[in-house]
């Protein structure tokens, strides 16, 4: 990841909306007229924008890490094992050898512990039972647990998360610069994954910050998200990033248009609620929230 936090800094001195070329050399003076130190919040002790925008934990990374510093962090499976999304329903089998999981997110589906994969067969985030990850013992030891917060927060409108998607927005960055292969605005979308549904990650933060842009879990079309009046710096409920298109040079630097981000939570299917950041453009407005 280039410049992780340039993405967010730019936008101070851009209309929403609009276009931009940042140069190399405009680097320095954007992030030096802009750029604000991390601060402790209320879900974490490294946060921007929001005291709700945070990182996972202050140090080590978004993944549960394994035994060799020098892996990709990916922990090996047992294929044949169900894949859930946020409400538990079956959502495919995996076929995987191998997934990367995100450092502190733990749910009990079925009876079975479970543990979020960042990817999985079906083309998306989702839930695996323990049982599936070869050196279980060592990964219960580091998984942790974390959980995004939201006691005292005025609730705002009810939300759905659509069963449709901006293709303008997909492929767009939401990183300057990215050289990566997701950090696409398509991560926070519901796509259509290979079960033929669409779904949508709930993120612990927003991307663009340097932060993650962490899924912690990932829910169907229809699902009901209700937003909450979160404070962040700028004083509106949301924090808006800009989108990246390539520019002459074929690199992530040109501004295309930005995209918001909302607070509030789901309750599963389970009954278990789930707080954290969704895409605007991932929801429609609806009603029904519990």
């Given at each position: 990841m280039?410049?992780?936090?340039?993405?967010?800094?730019?936008?101070?001195?851009?209309?929403?909306?609009?276009?931009?070329s940042v140069g190399d050399e405009a680097v320095p003076d954007a992030v030096g007229s802009t750029g604000q130190a991390a601060f402790s919040g209320v879900n974490g002790t490294v946060c921007e924008e929001s005291p709700y925008n945070c990182k996972l934990r202050p140090s080590g990374g978004n993944r549960v890490l394994t035994n060799d510093p020098d892996d990709d962090d990916s922990w090996e499976?047992?294929?044949?094992?169900?894949?859930r999304d946020g409400n538990g329903t079956v959502v495919g089998?995996?076929?995987?050898?191998?997934?990367?999981f995100n450092h502190g997110q733990t749910r009990t589906f079925a009876g079975e512990l479970h543990a979020f994969a960042v990817s999985t067969s079906n083309s998306s985030a989702g839930w695996m039972p323990m049982s599936a990850i070869k050196g279980r013992t060592s990964f219960e030891a580091k998984v942790g647990h974390v959980s995004a917060l939201g006691s005292g927060l005025a609730k705002?409108?009810?939300?759905?998360?659509r069963n449709s998607h901006d293709t303008t927005l997909e492929f767009k960055k939401v990183v300057y610069d990215s050289d990566a292969v997701h950090e696409r605005a398509g991560d926070y979308l519901p796509l259509v994954r290979a079960n033929g549904l669409r779904s949508a990650n709930?993120?612990?933060?927003?991307?663009?910050?340097?932060l993650g842009g962490v899924a912690v879990d990932h829910f169907p079309a229809g699902t009901k998200f209700q937003r909450l009046d979160v404070p962040t710096n700028s004083g509106a409920p949301s924090i808006d990033i800009p989108l990246w298109v390539q520019d002459s040079a074929g690199r992530y630097r040109q501004q295309s248009g930005t995209m918001k981000f909302i607070y509030g939570y789901v309750i599963a299917a389970t009954g278990?609620?789930?707080n954290g950041?969704?895409?605007?453009?991932a929801l429609q407005v609806s009603s029904g929230c519990p």
């Open positions: 280039k410049n992780p936090v340039l993405g967010v800094l730019a936008l101070v001195s851009v209309a929403c909306g609009g276009e931009m499976l047992y294929t044949g094992v169900p894949i089998t995996s076929t995987r050898t191998s997934s990367t705002m409108a009810c939300y759905a998360v709930l993120t612990f933060n927003v991307p663009g910050f340097g278990t609620p789930r950041w969704m895409a605007y453009d």
